[in-house]
C-alpha cells in the first residue's frame, strides 16, 4: 500500500474547489481540510482525547520545537510522536524552515543549512535537509515537510532566487536522507516570491521531484493580498491534479472559503487556537471578544448551531467569567473555535459535492459581510473562478 493516496471525489462545475479523499498511514479523511497546529506535541489546553471527540482528523507538529524538546531520541524511544502523544490519527510536521523568518536575528543562512540560536537555552543548532530529515523520520509523522530556504515574501531581488534554487536543491538532499518513504510522505514546497515567472520556474523543477504532495510556501508574510490570491492560483493551475496542494499559514475563514475557490486542499494556521487564549470566539458573523463587559449577562451559547461540548454545555456569560479568573475559559473557548473550524471545512465540502458551492460563497460573504463591504481582494478572487459576489 502507499504512503498516501488521493482519490478526488467531486469537483466544482464552475470554481476550482474540488472534495478530495486522502489516505495516509494513520487516516483517511476529506479534503479540503484545515489542519490544527500543535507545536510540541500538543494544542495547548487540549487533550488528544478531546481532538479525538471533536473528530479532528489531523494535526501539525514542528520539528524545530521537537528537536529541540524534548528531543528526537526521545519521541523515537516512545515509539514515535504518535506514540508519545497517545494520538492515532494523522501528523503533519513542517521542516523547521518557518523558522528561518520568524527567528531571523538567531539565524545564519549557508549553502549546507541554518544555524539557530536556540530561543530556549542559547545553544546552538545546525539544521541541514538531512538533519531535519533525520528527526522527522524519528518524530514517524505521515507527512513530513522539506527544508526550504525560507524568506520573507517581501524580499525582492537575488536573495528570493536564491532561496527558490536552493529549495530544490535541498529537496534533493531531503529526498536522498529519507529513511521510512513507505510510512512517511514527503511534500516539496514551491517558492519563487511573488514573482509570476520565478513560480513557474519553481513549480517545474519540483513537479519533476514526483513528491507525493506539494505545498504552496512563502506566503501570509505581509504581501498584499492581490499578489496573495494570484500567486495561489497560478500555482494551483500547474499543481498535479493527482496529489494533495496544501496552502501553508493560511486560517482565516474568508482564506479559506476563497482559496478553496482556488483549488486548494490543505491549510494549516495557529489563528483559531491563538485567538482563543485572548478571549475571542470564531462564528459566522466574525469574532465575538468574550472578554467583553458586554457577555457578562448574556446567558446564550457561543453559538445556537454549534454542537460542540462549550457550545452545548455553558453560556458566554459563563465563559465571560472564567476569562478574568480561570484557564478553563481559554480551553472552553479553544474546543469551540476547532469545532468551528471543523464545521466551515464540512459545510465547504458538502456544497462542493452537491456542486452549489458558488450559492455557499455568497451566502458565506452575506452573513460575514452585512453591509455587503466585501474585501476587493476576494471579490476579484473568486471573479477570476466564475463567482460574483457584486451583481
Known amino acids: 500500500m502507499a504512503a498516501l493516496t488521493l482519490k478526488v471525489e467531486a469537483t466544482c462545475s464552475t470554481t476550482k474547489a474540488r472534495v478530495c479523499e486522502l489516505s495516509l498511514p494513520h487516516n483517511i479523511f476529506n479534503t479540503p481540510i484545515f489542519m490544527h497546529v500543535g507545536t510540541q506535541g ?16 489531523i494535526i501539525l507538529g514542528n520539528t524545530y520545537h521537537l528537536g529541540h524538546r524534548p528531543g528526537p531520541d526521545v519521541v ?22 518557518f523558522q528561518m523568518v520568524s527567528l531571523l536575528k538567531l539565524a545564519e543562512f549557508t549553502e549546507q543549512g541554518v544555524k539557530f540560536q536556540s530561543p530556549h537555552n542559547g545553544t546552538e543548532m545546525m539544521l541541514t535537509p538531512e538533519h531535519s530529515m533525520a528527526i522527522q523520520n524519528a518524530l514517524g509523522s505521515d507527512v513530513m515537510m522539506q527544508l526550504d530556504d525560507v524568506v520573507s515574501v517581501l524580499t525582492k531581488g537575488e536573495r528570493m532566487h536564491e532561496a527558490m534554487e536552493r529549495s530544490v536543491r535541498w529537496l534533493d538532499r531531503c529526498q536522498t536522507a529519507h529513511k521510512n518513504t513507505i510510512k512517511q510522505n514527503l511534500f516539496g514546497i514551491i517558492q519563487g516570491g511573488l514573482d509570476p515567472q520565478w513560480r513557474k520556474d519553481s ?54 472559503v476563497v482559496c478553496s475557490a482556488l483549488g486548494c486542499d490543505m491549510y494549516d494556521c495557529v489563528f483559531p487556537t491563538r485567538t482563543a487564549r485572548f478571549g475571542s470566539a470564531l462564528v459566522r458573523t466574525g469574532q465575538l471578544q468574550l472578554k467583553h463587559k458586554q457577555y457578562l449577562e448574556d446567558m446564550s451559547p457561543i453559538d445556537k448551531d454549534c454542537s460542540c461540548m462549550t457550545c452545548k454545555t455553558y453560556s458566554r456569560s459563563y465563559v465571560h467569567s472564567l476569562l478574568h479568573e480561570d484557564t478553563t475559559g481559554v480551553i472552553l473557548l479553544t474546543i469551540h473555535n476547532i469545532a468551528y ?27 460575514l459581510f452585512p453591509d455587503r463591504r466585501y474585501p476587493e481582494w476576494a471579490v476579484e478572487a473568486l471573479e477570476s473562478v466564475g463567482v460574483k459576489l457584486i451583481a
Not at 513549480?203 to 504552496?216: T, V
Not at 493580498?225 to 496529489?243: E, G, I, M, Q, Y
Not at 473550524?341 to 452573513?367: A, H, K
Request: charged content about 25%; aromatic content about 10%; overall charge neutral.
Open 76 to 97: 523515537a524511544a516512545a515509539g514515535g510522536l504518535h506514540e508519545f502523544m497517545n494520538w492515532d490519527k494523522a501528523i503533519l510536521t513542517d521542516s523547521g524552515g
Open 203 to 256: 513549480l517545474k523543477d519540483m513537479i519533476a521531484r514526483d513528491c507525493p504532495g506539494y505545498a504552496i510556501g512563502g506566503l501570509s508574510g505581509g504581501e498584499e493580498k492581490a499578489d496573495f490570491w494570484r500567486t495561489v492560483s497560478l500555482c494551483t493551475d500547474h499543481l498535479p491534479k493527482n496529489k494533495p496542494r496544501y496552502l501553508m499559514g493560511v486560517g482565516y475563514q474568508v482564506e479559506l
Open 341 to 367: 473550524q471543523l464545521r466551515l471545512m464540512s459545510d465547504i465540502r458538502q456544497s462542493i459535492r452537491n456542486d452549489i458551492f458558488p450559492d455557499f460563497i455568497r451566502e458565506f460573504f452575506v452573513t
Open 42 to 57: 500538543t494544542i495547548k489546553g487540549v487533550t488528544t482525547k478531546q481532538l479525538n471527540d471533536l473528530g479532528v482528523p
